[in-house]
């Protein structure tokens, strides 16, 4: 199949500007661009599903460009809820720095900046040669405006489309740039420069949008804990990375397969079944996450990340390396403590009990262990000496609590 039927099949399209594009696409040789706003210091595993519909495509012969809006970025898109922050300029120089890096790291893509060509505009000129070409009701009818109606949305936020359908505008003047890729909830800024390429030049310019990647309830996908899942090795490690992916939910797995791997649909199709008759052995959940942690941070990285998984299930922690175990104790309920405080005092103080009587019934019943040997002295205290690098020392309750305690 191509190149529009495989993003079909793998439900990455979402609206289409024009029934011409299925064979434009399929031909090859289009430039196009995917943006993103410097908000953050790295890309996160909402931006992976969109660039990888980039590196799709360029696989299929076009060529991506990579917008990291530090233009835009200082004004910020118009959420559906509220106004976002104001960023310094520092914030969005150093971000955007960071995030070409990565993106170029990654994806090998061209990165453009739209404060290049935004910045030189005055604002009367800016008013006159692009303003003009935008219809106040066109741009009150987009849906991320309309939903703001009620709370109120600024000037500043108003104006976003503008910036963005310029940038198109730039793009296709300056690179021949035919084609804008995005998530759905950029359908009317991607319109927007679609229209405007029409008014100003009458030419034709294309563009899709893509579902947002979610879970069963309908909440953006990417977060645990309420953390975000970052590309950034150093913010989410690739442990951390492994336990999001296997624990994903079964009825979503299969699209997140879909959306974020270039398995083939033959592989994908037998996890697909296995995930349904054999769910306990989670081979779809693994999968997904050994081809992403490989895209991103190479496979000694993932191997590393099943090495912890399977040390803290069922082997001994002693054999994992203090960087191991940072990694894998880095969502563990987790306290500082004194050289020698007794181990009754530590239980409390992690919640891994509520009273000294419970930590003794606990101990008693050989159901604490301490840096992988168990503990059965109530008497017993934690010292510096003997954890881990003299600094972080991991106490399990049970079958399946985990704590960890630092000096």
């Known amino acids: ?19 011409e594009l299925r064979e434009k696409l399929n031909k090859g040789g289009m430039t196009f661009y995917i943006g993103t ?13 969109s660039f990888l519909i980039s590196k799709r495509l360029k696989d299929a012969g076009h060529n991506p460009i990579l917008l990291v809006g530090g233009a835009t970025g200082l004004i910020g898109d118009p959420k559906p809820d509220a106004e976002r922050p104001m960023i310094t300029k520092e914030t969005v120089e150093h971000n955007f720095n960071c995030l070409k890096e990565q993106a170029q790291k990654l994806f090998g893509f061209e990165v453009v900046n739209n404060y290049d060509w935004l910045s030189k505009f005055s604002y009367i000129d800016y008013l006159r040669d692009v ?3 935008f219809n106040v009701p066109y741009m009150l009818n987009k849906d991320i405006v309309r939903r703001r109606l009620e709370e109120g949305i600024t000037y500043t936020e108003f104006s976003y489309m503008t910036l963005q359908a310029y940038d198109f505008y730039h793009l296709y003047n300056e690179k021949n740039c035919e084609l804008q ?39 953006k996908f990417g977060k645990t ?17 492994y336990q999001f992916f296997v624990n994903s939910e079964d009825s979503k797995v299969i699209d997140y397969l879909k959306f974020l791997t270039f398995l083939p649909k033959e ?96 101990i008693n019943g050989s159901s604490i262990m301490v840096n992988g040997e168990k503990v059965t002295d109530i008497d017993f205290k934690l010292n510096k000496a003997d954890a881990f690098n003299k600094e972080l020392t991991i106490i399990k309750k049970g079958k399946k609590y985990w704590y960890a305690v630092t000096f």
């Open 267 to 362: 592989e994908i199709e037998a996890l697909e079944v296995s995930n349904r008759e054999e769910p306990h052995l989670r081979k779809a959940h693994k999968k997904l996450a050994e081809e992403v942690i490989t895209f991103i941070h190479g496979h000694e990285a993932y191997e590393s990340a099943v090495k912890i998984a399977d040390t803290f299930f069922k082997g001994d922690i002693k054999e994992l390396s203090i960087e191991e175990l940072k990694d894998g104790t880095a969502d563990f309920e987790k306290v500082q403590i004194e050289d020698g405080t007794p181990i009754m005092d530590a239980l409390i103080a992690l919640n891994a009990c509520q009273s000294k009587r419970e930590a003794r019934d606990l």
């Open 225 to 241: 804990n309420g953390k975000a899942i970052w590309l950034d090795g150093k913010k989410t490690s690739p442990y951390e990375m």
């Open 37 to 49: 706003d410097p908000t953050g210091d790295s890309l996160h595993i909402g931006h992976f599903s």
């Open 181 to 219: 890729v995005a998530g759905q909830d950029q359908w009317g800024n991607i319109t927007a420069g679609i229209e405007l390429i029409r008014k100003k030049d009458g030419k034709e310019a294309y563009g899709f949008t893509m579902p947002l990647l979610t879970k069963s309830d309908g909440s």
């Open 1 to 19: 199949m191509g190149i529009y039927e495989e993003l079909e099949w793998r439900g990455l399209i979402k609206d289409v500007s024009s029934p």
């Open 131 to 133: 303003g003009k070409y």
